[in-house]
């Protein structure tokens, strides 16, 4: 450690020379990994400066990583490996494609990965002025600890949302509306409050992959409805109801996730009357409605909310991190509901809720609808037919909405896919996803919002084996 000298600098103060002759004297190996270095006075004296300007210098050298502080002994070296060459480096990680990896890695945030597989919009379409202004809003209504608040959520936002059902032919009061933190909390809320472990139910298949998880983890038996580009297969469900005897279809009519298709108005009205003929409810998952045109017929408005429990929420009409969702249905099945959201986690944020209360009064929120509503439906045009021109097979051709089904040509494997995506950044969701157990499946799901980067058709057009 003797003879350390300075580097003549111009331009630079003398704790910027004292930390730029230490880093040169550690990476030319005068001061080796781990070795002690002179002590503040000691370097002091050697440079005949200042102790404090030799403080500051190790201190910055700590902070860059350089040097470490042992207390009672002085400064090390710290220890530093050589950075890895390319050809060193070792190769990414490809985790296996599963209903596990879909909950742990699509929804971590990274900005170099390209989410073409994900459920929800980018955040730079949203109103993020609209955003803004709500919280500063609330900020001035000094709503500092509002309490645990309504077991059936916050009362002004269930009158508003009344008015919102009523536009959709929809008969609730506030008082017939529970609040809930999502629509997938809103699905775990109805499943365990109505059904029992062990219990028949009907699924869409292909269906909302966290709904499935949540089903088998609750140990109800799955009985999957194929679907067709205009719902459930009829033929198929009634062979299956003389089969098998449900307690209840989950099902997603509108814009579904992830076909992207809806149920044709005669196949509305099918369901309906077989869910009266065989006693069974029908929970009907409506999160993507606000996309759809024109005035929507949905199946708890023409059953009157006799055996349908709908549920909707605002994750992706106003961002998906707001977390409010709510249902409704009939009068005894809500209390269940209500009494299962308080014993198992009490109320739902009212903090959360005055907010979407906030963003959706604003004449805004409408104009915000209608140009997602026109982007999406560019997005699925311009999606569509690259799909097409790239010889995929299309399950449906959705209007709108976030979702497309797409099936590759068949030298490629759906699951290998979505593995060999991982490498470039890009994470696909294969779509035995999407079916009850994990059935094995040739389509992969698309986020029309996310599948037009030029990434995504670089990676397919290559055809990886």
């Known amino acids: 450690m003797a003879n350390f000298r300075l580097m003549p600098e111009d331009g630079i103060t003398l704790v910027e020379n004292i930390v730029n002759s230490a880093i040169s004297a550690i990476q030319c190996g005068q001061w080796r990994n781990g070795a002690k270095i002179p002590s503040i006075r000691s370097m002091a004296r050697e440079l005949d400066v200042s102790p ?14 350089y040097l470490t502080a042992r207390r009672g002994s002085g400064f090390y070296v710290e220890a530093r490996r050589e950075a890895l060459t390319p050809r060193q480096a070792p190769p990414p990680r490809v985790w296996p494609v599963d209903e596990y990896w879909l909950l742990r890695k699509i929804y971590q945030q990274d900005a170099n990965t390209l989410f073409a597989g994900c459920g929800w919009l980018p955040s730079h379409w949203y109103d993020a002025e609209a955003q803004q202004k709500a919280l500063r809003q609330l900020a001035r209504d000094a709503i500092a600890a509002p309490g645990y608040g309504d077991p059936k959520g916050y009362l002004p936002l269930r009158e508003q949302l009344a008015e919102r059902l009523a536009e959709r032919g929809i008969a609730a009061r506030a008082d017939d509306i529970v609040l809930t933190q999502g629509a997938s909390r809103a699905l775990d809320m109805a499943a365990c ?77 099918q369901v309906l009357r077989l869910a009266e003929e065989h006693d069974f409810l029908i929970v009907e998952d409506n999160v993507s409605g606000d996309f759809t045109a024109g005035r929507q017929q949905t199946l708890a408005a023409l059953d009157g909310l006799k055996r349908v429990l709908y549920i909707d929420s605002f994750s992706k009409s106003l961002s998906p991190g707001l977390r409010v969702g709510y249902l409704t249905g009939p009068a005894e099945l809500l209390e269940r509901v209500v009494h299962y ?14 907010l979407a209360l906030e963003l959706i009064s604003e004449g805004r929120y409408r104009r915000q609808l209608e140009r997602l509503r026109s982007r999406l439906a560019e997005a699925q045009a311009q999606c569509q037919q690259l799909f097409t021109e790239h010889g995929w097979q299309l399950f449906a051709r959705p209007a709108n909405g976030l979702f497309i089904l797409a099936r590759p040509p068949s030298e490629l494997d759906a699951t290998s896919l979505a593995e060999q995506a991982q490498l470039r950044q890009i994470l696909l969701a294969p779509g035995h996803l999407f079916r009850a157990h994990g059935m094995r499946s040739d389509w992969l799901r698309f986020n029309v919002a996310f599948s037009q980067d030029r990434r995504l058709w670089d990676f397919l057009t290559l055809r990886p084996q």
Request: glycine share 6%; charged share 20%.
């Open 52 to 65: 404090f300007t030799v403080v500051e210098a190790y201190d910055r050298l700590v902070t860059l990583g």
């Open 193 to 269: 409050a109505l059904l029992q472990a062990g219990d028949t139910v009907l699924v869409d298949d292909p269906g909302y992959c966290n709904l499935l998880s949540c089903l088998a983890f609750r140990e109800f038996k799955l009985v999957p409805v194929p679907w067709t580009e205009h719902g459930p297969d009829l033929e198929q469900l009634r062979a299956l109801l003389r089969q098998h005897r449900p307690r209840a279809f989950f099902t997603n009519p509108w814009l579904q996730n992830p076909t992207g298709a809806s149920y044709a108005p005669s196949v509305a009205h």
């Open 341 to 354: 959201k308080m014993m198992s986690g009490l109320t739902s944020p009212e903090l959360n809720e005055r």
